[in-house]
T-cell receptor, first 112, second 111 residues
Framework: KQEVTQIPAALSVPEGENLVLNCSFT??????LQWFRQDPGKGLTSLLL?????REQTSGRLNASLDKSSGRSTLYIAASQPGDSATYLC???????????FGKGTSLLVTP | GAGVSQSPRYKVAKRGQDVALRCDPI?????LFWYQQALGQGPEFLTY????????KSGLPSDRFFAERPEGSVSTLKIQRTQQEDSAVYLC?????????FGPGTRLLVL
């Protein structure tokens, strides 16, 4: 089973800062990796999906990278805003099976 | 367009009761997943359907958990003889390709 770890567990930054969230996974036979956002009491919203053949994906102020050899992915958020406050989850899908294996998430607070 | 919907949003059950949780996926999505999310944890995979076929049920924690998708659209997750450790948020997701779209979840509390 793909084990996924996210660091830090919580992060508080002032508005306007650039920040990086980290995700590591144990199985290098990863098929794709997905970053999600979860707001309190809500479901998950997909932010970015990186296939194993890709190195990074970008959407607006978000950039996600994937390094299979080191078993790491990062989510970069530029010019953070209070509306970015949420829990960010990364999830990996291995080459075998159908499941997404999630980390515990990073709880982000962006203060005005 | 409509997203994934789940009902009920909240369910309180007495220990030993049976519950049924419903998921309406996005129309046309072939894949449907169920996850269980405990407080402060990431979602844990329960089961996967491709149309009406249940291709993976390796994450179901016990034989008290049963899922079905008889016509390849709506899915129901049934938990028999609920126990306190079943208290969690149950998330449903559907997909056409690899990106999974999640519903708001059903929060189950077993007393």
């Amino acid at each position: 089973k793909q084990e996924v770890t996210q660091i830090p567990a919580a992060l508080s930054v002032p508005e306007g800062e650039n920040l990086v969230l980290n995700c590591s996974f144990t199985d290098s036979a990863i098929y794709n990796l997905q970053w999600f956002r979860q707001d309190p009491g809500k479901g998950l919203t997909s932010l970015l999906l990186i296939q194993s053949s890709q190195r990074e994906q970008t959407s607006g102020r978000l950039n996600a990278s994937l390094d299979k050899s080191s078993g790491r992915s990062t989510l970069y958020i530029a010019a953070s805003q209070p509306g970015d406050s949420a829990t960010y989850l990364c999830a990996g899908k291995s080459n075998s099976g159908y499941a997404l294996n999630f980390g515990k998430g990073t709880s982000l607070l962006v203060t005005p | 367009g409509a997203g994934v919907s789940q009902s009920p949003r909240y369910k309180v059950a007495k220990r030993g009761q049976d519950v049924a949780l419903r998921c309406d996926p996005i129309s046309g999505h072939v894949s449907l997943f169920w996850y269980q999310q405990a407080l402060g944890q990431g979602p844990e995979f329960l089961t996967y359907f491709q149309n009406e076929a249940q291709l993976d049920k390796s994450g179901l924690p016990s034989d008290r958990f049963f899922a079905e998708r008889p016509e390849g659209s709506v899915s129901t997750l049934k938990i028999q003889r609920t126990q306190q450790e079943d208290s969690a948020v149950y998330l449903c997701a559907s997909a056409l390709s690899w990106t999974q779209y999640f519903g708001p979840g059903t929060r189950l509390l077993v007393l």
